[in-house]
């Protein structure tokens, strides 16, 4: 059947080749190339009367130069030439047209060698007649009346012989120049106008030899010849083409014939096609119908798809995705069409192996859906977060599905999160009120006992001064005696030494509880007032003493002299101090690593900063950043809460100041506080001197 298809159109393929063919040999080309080697052959003609026109004029002194004849000579030669090279591309069969178009390049050639011989000798002729006559005027008005009659003798003949140069003349001529040759009394002219005469006679029969060599050149019946030729050629070629014009005409009334006998079958056979069309229509509009209302279908389900926020994702039973609608491509960022087909695992962080397996096995039990679970999926950009996935499935003719809804619970991740820190932050602060309740109690407490030892010490110290004198009295008399077990002259210098001390420890005792009570009590609103930066410094390292001497062996201070003052809240750049320290104590390996506070001026004098600096671990770069963020820590393990650098932060700023980190993991970190410092006029003088 296939082969009976193909036949028609090999048949009118092959009529159509063969109609080609023959046109294009039918097509004379020529006919083109004869009218132009015609042509051609006529401005041969033309160009070959001009260079005879121009050799006879030059031959009878009538043209000024040779300029015009080489022109022409020239032309001639490239006629010549051009027109052998297109006859030499004339087919094997007719090259006769080729060895005529040889003969007149030849024959032109031959000419031309010729003319080039003739312009020399006319030349040289013409040169001697000037001379001759110009020598000849002189000779005959300087000469004696008898040789003025042979010299005039001689011209005549001599012209006689330029106008017609017959040998008899030659003759005589010659006579007279032998005779002037034995003249005696021969002068330079004499001999100059001999030499000429001699050379005109013997080189004029050469030039008039030469012409009518020129003359005889057969050109014209050469360009005869080539015409005759080319007229035979093309009435053959003519005859060729006429032979395939009929044939191309015979083989079109047979391609007609058969294209009519085509459309006879064809329109046959459109008549049983239209009876099988009208069937078919009827069944095309039943499933034009059907398919109307399942795209109408399709598209209200897409529209509901893609209007829902969650990810609607449908995977076949090999886990390759089949569907994806718009919440999923806003979700995770692929488009539809780079996500069909791919594996829905690539969507989740760290799947399970058999995770289809188990979703299988859950769907197994003539269950349509499985329990809402929690997983790890990724984004485009390799970002996880957090999903609720919930799976249904369906059936399309013999093939199974699986649709998966997936929620972005993100937020509600985040929002649960900032709900534990701000309970964290409560329970925190619950217990800092508790704190600082308990804290101004015990001070309370520990005051009122610690005043008493104060008083009484002081009391006790006096007695002791009073009593001393009438115990060394007896010491003198009595000789040694014990004071409490202990003799007489160790306690009679180490008794004021001891009340000292304890009254030194009650003084610290009284300070510490004051410190205690100033950093427990809530900020206040007064107005600023001015501070020494040092003195907080070592108030903050004062309350931090035992939890220095507990982490550190090895912490300093280098407190700069001549600081100015600073205006703010004392209490507060404390509590920045104290939360700073705190920070890198807890930051250290071990006792051995150290700590320190600097205190500075900056740019000239326009800033003071306090530098804490520890060895400790240090922190990672992509945490630098992140320090002085409410809720961000990385000593949540040890019960942080991020607040502490957050609070610095701010209190800082409302100070006019600010905080920045500097630090390298394994190498420590520093702690920066920059404070601005208004230089009064005083200040400013003393510091430009």
Known sequence: MIAISWRPRLIVAGLLLALTYLWLQSASPELERRNRLQTTLRIIELRDAELMRDILLARAGLLANYDALTQAGQELLRLSQSLQTELQAVEAAEQSLGNLADQLTATVQERLGQIEYLKSDNALLRNSVMSFDEIGKTLRAAAKPGDAVKLGNLWRLMFSFMDSPQPELAVEIQQELDRLAGLA???????????????????????????????????????????????????????????????????????????????????????????????????????????????????????????????????????????????????????????????????????????????QEVQGANRLSSPMRELKALRRNNSVFPVELSLSSWTRGAERYLTAIIRDISVRKQLEQVARQQELQLIQANKMTALGTLVSGVAHEINNPNQLILFNSGLLADIWSDALEVLEEHYQAAGEFSLGGLPYSEMRNSAAVLIRDVRDGAKRIERIVAELKNYARPPSSEAPVSFAINEVVERAAGLLKHLLDQKTRHFKTDLAEGLPELRGNPQQVEQVLVNLLINALEALPDPEKSVSVTTKLMNDGRQLSVEVRDEGVGIAAEHIEQLCDPFFTTKQANGGTGLGLAISASLLRAQGGSLSFSSAPGQGTCARVIFQVNLGPAMADNHAM
Do not use: C
């Open 185 to 359: 009394a021969q002068s330079d002219d004499y001999r100059v106008l001999i030499a000429h005469g001699r050379l005109i006679i013997e080189v004029s029969p050469k030039v008039d030899t030469l012409l009518r060599q020129i003359i005889a050149q057969p050109i014209v019946s050469r360009v005869d010849d080539l015409q005759q030729a080319l007229r035979q050629y093309s009435g053959s070629v003519e005859q060729q083409a006429e032979a395939y014009r009929l044939a191309l005409y015979l083989v079109a009334v047979v391609l007609l014939a058969y294209l009519l006998y085509q459309f006879v079958l064809l329109r046959a056979n459109t008549l049983a096609l239209r009876k099988a069309h009208a069937n078919l229509q009827q069944e095309t509009n039943e499933r034009l119908q059907a398919e109307s209302w399942l795209r109408e279908s399709e598209a209200r389900l897409r529209a509901i798809t893609d209007s829902a926020h969650e990810a609607i994702v449908s995977v076949d039973m090999q886990g390759n995705i089949v569907s994806w609608n718009q919440g999923a491509q806003l979700m995770f960022g692929f488009p539809a069409d780079q996500v069909l087909g791919q594996p829905f695992q690539q969507l989740l962080a760290n799947p399970a192996p058999d995770f289809f397996a188990q979703i």
